[in-house]
């Protein structure tokens, strides 16, 4: 049997397939079967600042207003201020107590203060480390460029500083220069980044003249745009580099870890096929490592990627794009 054995943001996971932050984890039935079949980890679900703000605004409307008690009276209510979270982090808890594969807390937020506080609350749960899921559309046209990343570090390193647990930021292939953030987060300490974060797209619909929510499922083709960011990074950075969009089949886990992946995330796979399409994902994988002669994924992870003198940096950069050109002559 092969060894399968990898690390995801530093903590040693039995084998590379984790589960995407999803809804599979808020069912604790739904995460022991995940753990049943064979998950190296389990990313919970992510907290939304918005779905918090929320929940305490409506607690707000239906208190008593201030004024109307007296000091005593209003000692014997509950703070607000992490009032919507408190579901969350015990569902948390929950989960921690049922299962003994590796959690991953996930924390999507928009203003530093906020992830800071979510993120100390969410650390003291049990789970092995933190995703924070900088899921953001940048619409101002004043705003450049340099002051989007520079939120970005600067948000990371206040996290850092203050929890101890080991942290990979989920990035959004939208950077101008997606390696220097990259490189920048690792210097300020982060122990990985997922490639990249789906932005689900708005459509409109012509018939109706209305705005509609789509969702789509991720496909292999999908995978592209990560797999060649980390076969470009790998070598280059030390921190892991975990694949997310495209795991659709195993073949598709076998290409992200010879680019150089410790791990990849999915989802969408598990919604399609169910909760046991992780045997046939790790099956699949260890079908090829042992017709390849490989007795561990460190044997050849990163083979094929721009640290290999086969597949340099031209490789993944310009050349396919200049020989597919040239072929249409």
Known sequence: MSDLKTSYMGVSIKNPIVVAASTFSSNLDRVKE????????????????????????????????????????????????????????????????????????????????????????????????????FYAVEVDLKRPAQLVEQKLFDTFEAIHKTVNLPMAVKLSPFYSAVGNVVAELERRGADGVVLFNRFFQPDINIE???????????????????????????????????????????????????????????????????????????????????????????AFRGKISQSDVQYNRYNYERAQYVDLILSQE
């Open 208 to 298: 109706t003249e209305v705005l509609e929510r789509r969702i789509t499922w991720s496909r292999s083709v999908d995978a592209l745009l990560p797999l060649r960011w980390i076969a470009l990074l790998y070598g280059w950075v030390k921190l892991d580099l975990i694949a997310n969009s495209g795991v659709d089949k195993p073949a598709d886990v076998v290409k992200f870890l010879l680019a150089g992946a410790t791990a990849v995330q999915t989802a969408t796979a598990l919604y399609k096929h169910g909760v046991s399409y992780i045997e046939t994902l790790l099956a699949g994988l260890e079908e090829w490592m042992e017709s390849k002669g490989y007795s561990n994924i460190d």
């Open 34 to 133: 995940i753990e049943e079949k064979g998950a190296g980890a389990l990313v919970i679900r992510s907290i939304f600042e918005e779905q918090i703000l929320h929940e305490i605004n409506v607690m707000e409307e239906n208190l008593i207003p201030g004024e109307a008690l007296s000091h005593e009276a209003s000692t014997y209510l509950p703070s607000l201020e992490h009032a919507g979270a408190k579901a969350h982090l015990l569902q948390v808890e929950e989960i921690r107590k049922a299962v003994k594969m590796p959690l991953i807390g996930s924390v999507n937020a928009v203003s530093s203060g906020s992830w800071v506080d979510y993120t100390k609350q969410l650390a003291e749960t049990g789970v092995d480390a933190i995703e924070l899921n």
